[in-house]
């Protein structure tokens, strides 16, 4: 994500959807300005213009990763369970502790 204002606000959207019953959860962090840098560096961290290959199986979780500036994504992922590790599983996991899920 590049950086023009360090003081730009940004927010990270989480989704999990599948599994055995179906269901959706998000999970949407908007960071504080002075934890900016520690997302910001979770943000680049991840793999985005090349995320891992996918990986096939009945009733496993997909997920949606997507960081936004204002209106407009900047980034977006979208992944299969299996897929969500290393720094993609870094940031989901700092983003479900930011935030409450949502239905």
């Known amino acids: 994500m590049p950086q023009s204002d360090s003081d730009e606000r940004f ?52 997920w949606r990763i997507e960081v936004h500036r204002g209106d407009t994504a900047v980034h977006r992922a979208r992944l299969s369970d299996a897929q969500v590790e290393g720094p993609w599983r870094s940031l989901v996991d700092e983003v479900r502790q930011a935030a409450s899920p949502a239905r």
């Open 11 to 62: 927010a990270i959207l989480v989704v999990r959807s599948g599994g055995i019953a179906g269901l959706t959860k998000r999970w949407r962090a908007e960071p504080d300005p002075d934890r900016a840098p520690h997302w910001r560096e979770l943000v680049e961290s991840c793999p985005w213009d090349a995320p891992p290959e996918p990986a096939a199986g009945a009733d496993r979780y997909q």
